[in-house]
């Protein structure tokens, strides 16, 4: 079982930076995949990031690759989304998600553990 926390959204202008981070408890954590997902109104939800159980591996959609960096710290049982050059298309709530099988996983069902969610708006 692993319990996950997002903070660290906001508002933040058009070319701005915003780094979100997912705390994480339950003693898989360390031994799991790790994603952001992110959904804006009206739309379903969709794969940003991925990184592997050993942070070695990391997978991105097309949309964020070169603005958005994913990692982790299994140490601290945390991991973080650094984004940059944000664009009003990047507004929506970003989830963090974990779950056992590969970091090549963009589906929202291959993900068993979900956090709350964080709001990013992105002005132009």
């Known amino acids: 079982q692993v319990q996950l926390v997002e903070s660290g959204g906001g508002l933040v202008q058009a070319g701005g930076s915003l780094r979100l981070s997912c705390a994480a408890s339950?003693?898989?954590?360390?031994?799991?995949?790790m994603g952001w997902f992110r959904q804006a109104p009206g739309k379903e939800r969709e794969f940003v990031a991925s990184?592997?159980?050993?942070?070695?591996?990391?997978n991105y959609a097309d949309s964020v690759k070169g603005r958005f960096t994913i990692s982790r710290d299994n140490a601290k049982n945390t991991g973080n989304l650094q984004m940059n050059s944000l664009k009003p298309e990047d507004t929506a709530v970003y989830y963090c998600?974990?779950?056992?099988?590969?970091?090549?996983?963009?589906?929202?069902?291959?993900?068993?553990?979900w956090g709350q969610g964080t709001q990013v708006t992105v002005s132009s």
């Open positions: 998600a974990a779950g056992s099988g590969s970091y090549y996983n963009t589906l929202p069902a291959q993900y068993a553990y």
């Open positions: 990184i592997s159980w050993s942070g070695i591996s990391t």
């Open positions: 339950g003693r898989t954590f360390s031994s799991s995949v």
